[in-house]
């Protein structure tokens, strides 16, 4: 292990040490959380432990006059931390702030036409993540997302993030050395065009519509569904769920309690 990355998992030990996460903050946390129920104890107080440090080393930005308490930090970090909770919190290097609205917020947007006129516009989002960047975030979307029902900005944005580890989001993160990434491109290639075909004939989709819009939000968009409901993506889509379930390194639809 390289001297730079032992000293930083040394001092994290340490501050968990010396400033251990209260009991009954975190027990706060996941009683708002119910969806994680699937979680066992060690996977609670592991998940517990990357969102102190989360918290801790991130950099927060609250915006118009918005103000979060340790609870709600700790709410966040929770939701931020799951996805990573089998690969580590350097998975998420390369960023190191949350930009936080007490609502949604208007993104610049800028595009050249066919005869190469530019075009500026504004988008409203729920949330923004960008390479190299912070990660954005609607604090009233934070909320409407706390049930757990097919819908996490917090999951959306952070596989995004991960997703931008190899280059820009395209859908594809770095895949384990076990991982075959032929199967990967051939399972989620058949799930996307699967979803735009039901999309463009209007019918009802059981994934997010929003993941059409391309392979990065369609990765973003089966990864909320992975960890929100994943009883029911597995049930509909049993290789999408494998494949997840192989990156993230968890099985949350197996280890739910009946």
């Not at 993160?173 to 699967?194: G, I, T």
């Given at each position: ?38 979680l066992d104890a060690d ?50 290097r390369g960023w190191h ?109 059981f994934l997010d519509p ?49």
């Open positions: 292990m390289a001297l730079g990355r032992w000293y930083r998992d040394w001092r994290r030990r340490r501050w968990l040490r010396e400033a251990p996460l209260a009991p009954d903050a975190w027990r706060r946390v996941l009683d708002g959380l119910p969806w994680l129920d699937w996977g609670q107080a592991r998940l517990g432990a990357l969102s102190a440090l989360f918290v801790r080393e991130k950099q927060w930005f609250l915006r118009e006059d918005l103000d979060l308490d340790d609870h709600q930090r700790l709410l966040i970090a929770a939701q931020a931390c799951l996805p990573i909770l089998n690969l580590g919190l350097e998975w998420y702030s949350l930009v936080i609205y007490p609502g949604s917020f208007l993104v610049p947007q800028e595009y050249h036409d066919a005869a190469g006129v530019v075009h500026r516009s504004e988008e409203t989002r729920a949330g923004e993540a960008w390479r190299g960047g912070p990660m954005v975030l609607s604090w009233e979307d934070v909320v409407g997302c706390i049930r757990g029902e097919g819908y996490n900005v917090i999951i959306h944005e952070c596989s995004h993030k991960l997703d931008m580890l190899n280059g820009e989001a395209n859908g594809r993160p770095p895949l384990h050395r076990e991982m075959s990434a032929r199967r990967w491109a051939a399972v989620f290639s058949a799930a996307f065009e699967a979803l735009e075909a039901t999309v463009a004939r209007g019918e009802e989709s929003y993941g059409a819009e391309g392979p990065a939000e369609f990765f973003a968009v089966a990864s909320e569904a992975f960890f929100t409901i994943a009883g029911e993506l597995r049930h509909e889509h049993p290789d999408l769920y494998r494949e997840l379930a192989a990156f993230y390194r968890q099985d949350p639809a197996t280890q739910r309690p009946a």
